[in-house]
């Protein structure tokens, strides 16, 4: 059973990187693409970007001047930065395995229990 | 950009009715990306239908989906007391815009 585990800080200040890691746990990593998804308290969810195990990146037009995404196979982990963060990326973060490409399909089949991260000085 | 509407927001129902969840598409989604998920307080998003209509697996037959072009529909036949959630529709669009998710509906008890 593939398993998914956000990690990092739960407070950030304002102006600051956030900077989280998802560790993937009973399968592998490799030939997935790999999303992040947040949403804020009450709200729905956002779809922040996504990263192959080849390092290839896709990410919202909305955040991609922001974003970073980075993977590390021989970890089983892939990471977020989103910098000069604000009280407007306070929100849970989720990430997701995304099964797609080939099979035709795309969706999130695998998520993590998600992190809240607060933005406050 | 596609933009995806879900109604009613809020589906006030009693346990053993039956639940139709819409969401429409600003404009026409292929069936095969679009999905829904159900999501608990305190819980992630659990994947219930992909593709439009296949469930997910350990997904129970009372969950259903359909629809195509920009009208698509999650009917719950008969409401279990663990299906009051809210449900989301997702659908993906080609580079750049990814993935998007509707706004979700509560299906609460009357």
């Known amino acids: 059973q593939v398993q998914l585990q956000e990690s990092g800080p739960g407070l950030v200040k304002p102006s600051e990187t956030l900077s989280l890691t998802c560790t993937v746990s009973?399968?592998?990593?490799?030939?997935?693409?790999w999303s992040w998804i947040r949403q804020p308290a009450g709200k729905g969810l956002e779809w922040i970007g996504r990263i192959y195990t080849s390092g290839s990146t896709n990410y919202n037009p909305s955040l991609k001047s922001r974003v970073t995404m980075s993977v590390d196979t021989s970890k089983n982990q892939f990471s977020l930065k989103l910098s000069s963060v604000t009280a407007a990326d306070t929100a849970v973060y989720y990430c997701?395995?995304?099964?797609?490409?080939?099979?035709?399909?795309?969706?999130?089949?695998?998520w993590g229990q998600g992190t809240l991260v607060t933005v406050s000085s | 950009e596609i933009v995806l509407t879900q109604s009613p927001g809020t589906l006030s129902l009693s346990p053993g009715e039956r639940a139709t969840l819409s969401c429409r598409a600003s404009q026409s989604v292929s069936s095969s990306y679009l999905a829904w998920y159900q999501q608990k307080p305190g819980q992630a998003p659990r994947l219930l239908i992909y593709?439009?209509?296949s469930r997910a697996t350990g997904i129970p037959d009372r969950f259903s989906g359909s629809g195509s072009g920009t009208d698509f529909t999650l009917t719950i036949s008969r409401l279990e007391p663990e299906d009051f959630a809210v449900y989301y529709c997702q659908q993906y669009g080609s580079s750049p815009q990814g993935f998007t998710f509707g706004p979700g509906t509560k299906v609460d008890i009357k």
């Open positions: 997701a395995r995304e099964r797609g490409g080939s099979s035709g399909y795309y969706y999130f089949d695998y």
């Open positions: 593709g439009a209509s």
């Open positions: 009973g399968g592998s990593i490799s030939s997935y693409y």
